[in-house]
C-alpha cells in the first residue's frame, strides 16, 4: 500500500537515497504528524498566549488608573478640606485683627479719658490752690480783724467771731432785740442745708419763731405780713435772704452803733490791748499811777 505523505516539506534524506523513506521514517513521520495534529498549534498557543497578557496588562493598567483616580478624588478632598480650614484661619485672623484693633481703640479712649482725667484732676488741684491761697488771705484777714480790734471794722467781721457774736448777744439781750441776730444767724445757718426734709424742717422752726404770728421772738420786718405757710411748702435757701438783709441793715445802722460805744467793748478793747502788750504793760502802768498818786 502506497501511502500519501503529510510532510509537505522537503524531500528527507533518509539512508543512501534522497526521496525513499523506510517504514520506519513512515512510522515517524506519522506520528509526528498525529502528534501535531493532537497539540495546539504554536500560533495558536502564541496568540492565547498573548491574549493572556493583554488582560493582564489591561486588568493593572484599568487597576493603576483606578487607584489613580481614587488617589485624585482623596488629594480633590484633602484639598478642598485644606481650602476650608485655610479660609476658616483667615477669617478667624481677620476676626482676630478685628478684635484687637477694637481693643487698641479701646484702650485710645481710655487713654484718651485717663489723659481728660488728668487735665481736670490738674485744674482741680490748680483751683484748690487758689482757692487755699484765697483762704490763708482771708484767714490771714480775718485774724487780723478778730478781737475786739477787728469787731470796729464792720458788722460782718464783728459777726464772723463767734466772741464778738457773744457779746453783741449780751448787748442786744439788754437791749430787747436779740431775736435780731438769731434771726440772722438762724438764716446762716439755714443756707447751708442741703438735705431737702432738713430743709423743710428748718423753714418751719424759722417761721414759727421769728416770722409768724405766734412767733415767741417775733421780728420787725417789712412784709412779714404777706409771708404765710405756703411758702414752707417748696423752700429753698435763699427764701429767707430778703428778710435776713433788711434785719442785718437794722442792726447794721442802729444796734451795731451803739455796740461800739457800750461798756462791754471798750472793756474788751482794753483787755485785748493789754494781752498784746504783755504783763510788763499792766506793770508799768501800775508804777505810773503810784507816782503820780505819790506826788
Same mark, same amino acid.
Given at each position: 500500500?502506497?501511502?500519501?505523505?503529510?510532510?509537505?516539506?522537503?524531500?528527507?534524506? !533518509?539512508?543512501?537515497?534522497?526521496?525513499?523513506?523506510?517504514? =520506519?521514517?513512515?512510522?515517524? /513521520? &506519522?506520528?509526528?504528524?498525529?502528534?501535531?495534529?493532537?497539540?495546539?498549534?504554536? #500560533?495558536?498557543?502564541?496568540?492565547?498566549?498573548?491574549?493572556?497578557?493583554?488582560?493582564?496588562?489591561? %486588568?493593572?493598567?484599568? =487597576?493603576? /488608573?483606578?487607584?489613580?483616580?481614587?488617589?485624585?478624588?482623596?488629594?480633590? #478632598?484633602?484639598?478642598?478640606?485644606?481650602? !476650608?480650614?485655610?479660609?476658616?484661619?483667615?477669617?478667624?485672623?481677620?476676626?482676630?485683627?478685628?478684635?484687637?484693633?477694637?481693643?487698641?481703640?479701646?484702650?485710645?479712649?481710655?487713654?484718651?479719658?485717663?489723659?481728660?482725667?488728668?487735665?481736670?484732676?490738674?485744674?482741680?488741684?490748680?483751683?484748690?490752690?487758689?482757692?487755699?491761697?484765697? &483762704?490763708?488771705?482771708?484767714?490771714? #484777714?480775718?485774724?487780723?480783724?478778730?478781737?475786739?480790734?477787728?469787731?470796729?471794722?464792720?458788722?460782718?467781721?464783728?459777726?464772723?467771731?463767734?466772741?464778738?457774736?457773744?457779746?453783741?448777744?449780751?448787748?442786744?439781750?439788754?437791749?430787747?432785740?436779740?431775736?435780731?441776730?438769731?434771726?440772722?444767724?438762724?438764716?446762716?445757718?439755714?443756707?447751708?442745708?442741703?438735705?431737702?426734709?432738713?430743709?423743710?424742717?428748718?423753714?418751719?422752726?424759722?417761721?414759727? %419763731?421769728?416770722?409768724?404770728?405766734?412767733?415767741?421772738?417775733?421780728?420787725?420786718?417789712?412784709?412779714?405780713?404777706?409771708?404765710? &405757710?405756703?411758702?414752707?411748702?417748696?423752700?429753698?435757701?435763699?427764701?429767707?435772704?430778703?428778710?435776713? &438783709?433788711? #434785719?442785718?441793715?437794722?442792726?447794721?445802722?442802729?444796734?451795731?452803733?451803739?455796740?461800739?460805744?457800750?461798756?462791754?467793748?471798750?472793756?474788751?478793747?482794753? !483787755?485785748?490791748?493789754?494781752?498784746?502788750?504783755?504783763?510788763?504793760?499792766?506793770?508799768?502802768?501800775?508804777?505810773?499811777?503810784?507816782?503820780?498818786?505819790? !506826788?
Amino acid at each position: 500500500m502506497e501511502r500519501t505523505p503529510l510532510w509537505r516539506g522537503p524531500p528527507v534524506a !533518509t539512508g543512501s537515497c534522497v526521496g525513499e523513506l523506510s517504514e =520506519l521514517d513512515w512510522d515517524l /513521520i &506519522d506520528r509526528a504528524q498525529t502528534a501535531e495534529l493532537s497539540s495546539p498549534h504554536p #500560533i495558536v498557543c502564541i496568540s492565547f498566549e498573548l491574549q493572556d497578557g493583554f488582560c493582564r496588562l489591561f %486588568t493593572v493598567v484599568s =487597576l493603576a /488608573i483606578l487607584l489613580c483616580v481614587v488617589r485624585v478624588g482623596a488629594c480633590g #478632598i484633602y484639598l478642598a478640606q485644606a481650602a !476650608t480650614a485655610i479660609e476658616a484661619h483667615i477669617s478667624w485672623q481677620q476676626g482676630k485683627k478685628g478684635e484687637m484693633a477694637e481693643e487698641k481703640g479701646e484702650m485710645a479712649e481710655e487713654k484718651g479719658e485717663m489723659a481728660e482725667e488728668k487735665g481736670e484732676m490738674a485744674e482741680e488741684k490748680g483751683e484748690m490752690a487758689e482757692e487755699k491761697e484765697i &483762704d490763708d488771705g482771708n484767714t490771714s #484777714i480775718n485774724n487780723n480783724h478778730r478781737g475786739a480790734s477787728g469787731w470796729t471794722v464792720s458788722l460782718e467781721n464783728l459777726l464772723e467771731d463767734p466772741e464778738g457774736v457773744k457779746q453783741f448777744r449780751e448787748f442786744l439781750k439788754k437791749e430787747f432785740s436779740e431775736e435780731n441776730v438769731l434771726f440772722w444767724l438762724a438764716c446762716e445757718d439755714f443756707k447751708k442745708i442741703q438735705d431737702r426734709k432738713q430743709m423743710h424742717e428748718k423753714a418751719k422752726q424759722i417761721y414759727g %419763731t421769728f416770722l409768724s404770728n405766734k412767733a415767741s421772738a417775733q421780728v420787725n420786718v417789712e412784709g412779714q405780713s404777706r409771708m404765710s &405757710d405756703t411758702i414752707l411748702e417748696e423752700p429753698h435757701p435763699l427764701m429767707f435772704q430778703k428778710l435776713q &438783709d433788711q #434785719i442785718f441793715n437794722l442792726m447794721k445802722y442802729d444796734s451795731y452803733s451803739r455796740f461800739l460805744k457800750s461798756e462791754a467793748f471798750l472793756q474788751s478793747t482794753r !483787755t485785748e490791748k493789754q494781752h498784746h502788750e504783755g504783763p510788763d504793760a499792766s506793770e508799768k502802768g501800775a508804777k505810773r499811777m503810784s507816782r503820780s498818786f505819790n !506826788t
